[in-house]
C-alpha cells in the first residue's frame, strides 16, 4: 500500500501556490477505508481543479460509485505547473485528494473527455502518476484506464492509451462495468473481452484500421468475436436524481455555486452543435426532484446560487411555473436562481422575468452569425427585429450587462455577413438605454456526429480578413470584444476529426512540453505543427479539409442514435437556407432517435400531460 506520508505532503504544500488544490478534506468529500474496500477508483477531468471542480460528469460518478458497498471513488485533477515541478524533482508519484494514496495502487483511473485540447494533459497524469502511457504496454499490475464523456464519440485520437472507453451516458453502464471487473479483476485480456460485449463499451484495441493511399479511412474492422462492428451509444431511460450533496471546495473555482441538471437533450437542431445531436433524446426531471436538489444544496453545501442547467433551460416545458415555485419557497432566503443557457425568444423573457433582481449578472445571449440569411444556414432561425426586441425587452428591465457570441467561418459566410455582425452590434448601441456590451467570437470547429463534419475549416489567411472587420467595426462602436486564436482553433478542429494515428502526434506534442493547451499563454502552436511534422502527417489534412459524404470517417463505428442519412439531409438542408423545426413542434424528422424505445414526440407529449 503506497499513501503520501502528511509530513511530506506539508513540505510539498509549502512550495506551491494554491495548496488547496491537493489538500483534500473538502466538506463532503468521501474518505472509505482503503483496506476494507475491493475496488479503488480515481476519477480524473484532466484539467486544473478550479475548472475541474466545475465538471457536472465527476460528481455524478462519484456519487453512484461510492454508493456500492465495495467501491470507494476518489478524485484527482491535472497538477498545475509548480506541483508538477516539485513532484518531478522529489520524485513523488501523484496521488488522489481524499486519501493520497499513489494514482499507480488504484485499479481503474477513469477520465472525462470533455475538450480535445487537454489530451495532453491526460498523458502528462499517466506519466507523473508513473503508468505507462501507451495501453499496449500496461500490465495486470497496472490500473484499467478508462474513458468517457464527449470527445469519446469519436475516440480514435487517443486509442492508443486508453483501455476502453465508455460511449454515451455512464450512469447505468458503470455498474455493468463493475460487474465485469469484479468477475475478471487480474486477467486484463479477459477483462476486456467480456467488457467489449456490453452495450456502450468500445476497446480500441480490438479494432483494426486501414487506410487508403490518400490517406482517408479505407476500413475499420472487429479483431475478435466479442467486438462489435457499431456501438450503440448508451442512453439512459429515466436520469437519476440530480446530484444534491457535491463536494464543496476550499478554494474558489470557476462556477462557484450550486448546479442542478434539469433536462438533458436539445431537440431545435443547430446545425453546428455537437451537444444538441449526441444528448438527444429529451429528458426532463420532475419539479419535485428538482426543488428537493435546491433545498438539500442549501442544507448540505451552503450555497446561495443554484443554477439551473440544460442545454436550453427556457425548453423545459413547466419553466414558468417550476421558476415561480423556488422564487416563492425561498422569498427572503438570499437565495439566486441562474440560467446559462437562455435562447433568444419569448420564453427567455419569461424566465428572466422570474429571476431574481440580481442585475450585476451578465445575461448571455448566442444569435450566432449576425445576418438572417446565416441563421437559416446553421437552423438558427431568428429575425433581426426579435433580437432587437427581446434585448430591448430585457435592458427595460434593468439588466445592464450583456454578452453576445457569435461565429465565423461558417459555411457560405460573405464578408458581408461578416459586416452584419457589426451594424447588428450598432442597432443594439442604439437602442437607447445605458448597459455594457461584450461581443465574443469563436471560430466554427466542425464537430463529428453533426451536420458540419464533412465541412473544411476555414484557414487562418481566410480568418484573418474577417477579424480585421470586426476588430474595426467593433471599436467603433465601442465594446469590448474578444476572439479565439485561428492557430488553437485548427488543432482542436483536427484533433476532433482526427484518426487513430493521431496518438502519435499527441505523444510527440507532449514530449515536446505540451500541456494545459486550452489555456492561451500554454499553447504553442510550433510544437504541435512539428508533431503532426515528425508523424508524417498534416493538422491541414483534418482541420481544413472537406470530406466526401461517402468518405468513411474515423468515428463511423460510433453510433449515437442521430442517424448518418438524417445527418446529411441536414447538410444538404444548410445550402438551400432550409429551415428544419424543433420536432417538439409537432413534426418529427427521423433523426434516428425513434430507434430509442419510443419516440422523442411520445416522450416529450407525455411530460407535458
Aim: proline share 5%; aromatic share 10%; hydrophobic share 40%.
Amino acid at each position: 500500500m503506497l499513501k503520501l506520508k502528511m509530513k511530506k505532503l506539508d513540505n510539498i504544500l509549502i512550495q506551491v501556490s494554491k495548496p488547496a488544490r491537493y489538500a483534500g478534506g473538502e466538506w463532503n468529500s468521501i474518505v472509505k477505508k482503503w483496506k476494507t474496500t475491493s475496488i479503488r477508483i480515481v476519477l480524473c477531468y484532466p484539467e486544473v481543479y478550479e475548472i475541474g471542480m466545475s465538471n457536472m460528469a465527476l460528481p455524478i460518478l462519484y456519487e453512484i460509485l461510492n454508493y456500492q458497498p465495495d467501491v470507494l471513488a476518489e478524485r484527482v485533477y491535472a497538477p498545475w505547473i509548480d506541483m508538477e515541478t516539485v513532484l518531478r524533482k522529489q520524485n513523488i508519484p501523484l496521488f488522489s485528494l481524499e486519501s493520497k494514496h499513489l494514482l499507480k495502487e488504484f485499479d481503474i483511473i477513469g477520465f472525462s473527455l470533455g475538450y480535445e485540447l487537454t489530451y495532453t494533459n491526460v498523458l502528462n497524469i499517466l506519466d507523473l502518476a508513473q503508468i505507462p502511457l501507451f495501453s499496449s504496454q500496461r500490465e495486470n499490475s497496472h490500473p484499467l484506464v478508462i474513458a468517457g464523456g464527449s470527445c469519446a464519440l469519436n475516440p480514435e485520437p487517443m486509442a492508443d492509451f486508453i483501455d476502453l472507453f465508455v460511449i454515451g451516458e455512464g450512469e447505468e453502464i458503470v455498474l455493468e462495468l463493475l460487474e465485469v471487473f469484479r468477475a475478471y479483476r487480474g486477467n486484463k485480456g479477459e477483462l476486456l473481452r467480456q467488457a467489449a460485449r456490453l452495450d456502450g463499451i468500445y476497446v480500441p484495441s480490438f479494432y483494426q484500421v486501414n487506410y487508403r493511399k490518400d490517406g482517408t479511412v479505407n476500413s475499420i474492422t472487429p479483431r475478435i468475436p466479442e467486438a462489435k462492428p457499431r456501438i450503440q451509444r448508451r442512453i439512459v431511460t429515466k436520469l437519476p436524481p440530480p446530484v444534491a450533496k457535491p463536494v464543496v471546495p476550499y478554494t474558489e473555482v470557476v462556477f462557484d455555486r450550486g448546479n442542478i441538471e434539469i433536462q438533458r437533450g436539445c431537440t431545435q437542431g443547430c446545425r453546428f452543435c455537437q451537444a444538441g445531436m449526441i444528448y438527444r433524446p429529451v429528458r426532463e426531471r420532475s419539479q419535485d426532484e428538482i426543488m428537493d436538489a435546491v433545498d438539500k444544496l442549501s442544507k448540505y453545501c451552503g450555497y446561495n446560487e443554484v443554477s439551473l442547467l440544460s442545454l436550453s433551460t427556457g425548453d423545459y416545458s413547466a419553466i414558468e411555473e417550476l421558476m415561480a415555485k423556488l422564487s416563492y419557497r425561498y422569498r427572503g432566503d438570499n437565495l439566486t436562481l441562474s440560467s446559462p443557457s437562455l435562447r433568444l425568444n419569448s420564453a427567455a423573457i419569461k424566465l428572466i422575468d422570474l429571476l431574481p433582481s440580481q442585475r450585476k449578472i451578465t445575461l448571455t445571449f448566442a444569435p450566432e452569425a449576425g445576418s438572417e440569411r446565416l441563421r437559416r444556414v446553421i437552423n438558427k432561425s431568428i429575425s433581426e427585429e426579435m433580437i432587437l426586441q427581446m434585448l430591448a425587452a430585457v435592458l427595460d428591465r434593468g439588466w445592464t450587462n450583456l454578452k453576445l457570441y457569435f461565429m465565423v467561418g461558417l459555411p457560405s459566410e460573405t464578408i458581408d455577413d461578416v459586416r452584419s455582425i457589426v451594424a447588428l452590434v450598432a442597432k443594439i448601441q442604439r437602442l437607447k438605454r445605458k448597459f455594457r456590451l461584450r461581443i465574443s467570437t469563436s471560430i466554427l470547429i466542425p464537430k463529428p456526429h453533426t451536420p458540419f463534419q464533412w465541412l473544411a475549416q476555414e484557414t487562418e489567411e481566410q480568418l484573418f480578413p474577417k477579424y480585421d472587420i470586426l476588430k474595426r467595426g467593433l471599436r467603433r462602436e465601442r465594446v469590448g470584444f474578444s476572439w479565439s486564436d485561428p492557430k488553437a482553433s485548427q488543432i482542436e478542429a483536427a484533433l476532433s476529426r482526427g484518426d487513430r494515428r493521431l496518438g502519435r502526434v499527441i505523444y510527440y506534442a507532449w514530449q515536446l512540453g505540451c500541456k494545459f493547451d486550452a489555456l492561451s499563454e500554454y499553447f504553442d502552436y510550433q510544437k504541435w505543427f512539428d508533431s503532426f511534422k515528425e508523424c508524417g502527417l498534416e493538422p491541414s489534412f483534418y482541420a481544413n479539409r472537406e470530406r466526401d459524404l461517402d468518405e468513411i470517417l474515423p468515428w463511423e463505428h460510433i453510433d449515437v442514435g442521430v442517424t448518418p442519412e438524417f445527418l446529411k439531409r441536414e447538410y444538404h438542408n444548410l445550402w438551400q437556407e432550409k429551415e428544419t423545426l424543433d420536432c417538439h413542434q409537432g413534426k418529427c424528422h427521423g433523426c434516428g432517435l425513434q430507434r430509442w424505445q419510443v419516440s422523442c414526440q411520445d416522450k416529450y407529449n407525455k411530460i407535458l400531460r
